[in-house]
């Protein structure tokens, strides 16, 4: 199958092998305690830092997904009230889920083909989601480093689910960042990555917040421990450690990812019958790809593209009819680039 779905996405083709040896190893029914698996984490930590540029002083947690990092924020970090500037469904869920922890959040919505503003907000956390998936766009790094410019006291938080691993990203510009591993790390889902700056570890000790398994200060205690606040998916550690240990640095994949973004611009511009859902460049995510089209014409496209082998992602909310979604994710190959784009060549002709 080639599978352009923008998560969960096709993993890794080394996955089935390292799953061999993460079994021979012993590692599948390894204790969480151990130093075995201490070791392992802490590998996994270091390759993260090395590979995506994390800064030294940050420090990197493990969770189950990117929907507990919205719980943790929302319990541990977010002391009277935060704001979220979005224009998509994931930037929506997210804020939809802190206000019932936290009844003071704000929303302000932006639309598809522009940026948040990056004005002195009053609240003390700024909820940003870089890469909304929903709709394929994506808020310039510029942008995010305005935005925490003009609010020096405030904490930034970013969801870069689908960016992280995929785009390189200013981490020094944000205090909590996460993302999960079934977009762009090209791993199966059920496992979760928050990093967090010094600014934030500090919020979190201030607040004090401890009455839950998840509470920041808990999960940070076991984690200077390499070992996690609960028992963790020790596989998905192990591969993403393995992974990343055999892939090249941030850089590299960002140009890769950033020319296959180009081609498929080119390739589309020739299609009347496709466009880009926000036809601002600046915004564009360049790892999730939104198009819009007729709904009847999707419809077609994506079945008979099934009784080819290829998957495309559906759109999602309320533009689930009329586009559909292309993950431009590091672990798809040019050769299934190659046949997406044949297919969709004799599609239209
Ligand atoms: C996929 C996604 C999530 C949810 O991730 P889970 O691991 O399922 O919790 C959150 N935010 C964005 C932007 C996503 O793309």
Known sequence: MNNFYPGPSKVYESVPKLVKKAYNKGILSVNHRSPTF????????????????????????????????????????????????????????????????????????????????????????????????SNGTRVPLASLSAIRATNPDALVAVDATSSMAGQYIPFDKADICYASVQKCFGLPAGLGIMICSPKAIARAEE?????????????????LKYQTHYTPNVLSIYLLMAT????????????????????WLTFFSRYSQLQMLTGNTNVQSRTVLAIKAEA???????KKAISKGIILGNGYGKWKEDTFRIANFPAIKDKEISNLEKFLKSFFK
């Open 38 to 133: 201490q070791k392992v984490y802490h590998k996994a930590v270091i390759l993260l830092k090395e590979k995506l540029k994390i800064p030294a002083e940050y420090e990197v947690y493990f969770t189950s997904s990117a929907t507990e990092c919205w719980e943790i924020i929302a319990q541990s970090l977010i002391k009277e009230n935060s704001i979220h500037l979005y224009n998509g469904a994931f930037g929506e869920k997210w804020f939809k889920y802190t206000s019932k922890l936290k009844g003071e959040a704000k929303a302000l919505t932006f639309n598809l083909d522009s940026e948040p503003e990056a004005q002195s907000y009053q609240q003390d956390t700024i909820c940003l989601t870089i890469n909304e998936t």
């Open 207 to 223: 607040i004090g917040e401890r009455a839950h398994y998840n509470s920041l200060l808990f999960v940070r205690e076991n984690a």
């Open 244 to 263: 990343l240990k055999k892939h090249g640095g941030i850089d590299k994949v960002d140009k890769l990812i950033q020319q296959r973004y180009e081609s």
């Open 296 to 302: 009847a014409t999707i419809d077609k496209m994506k």
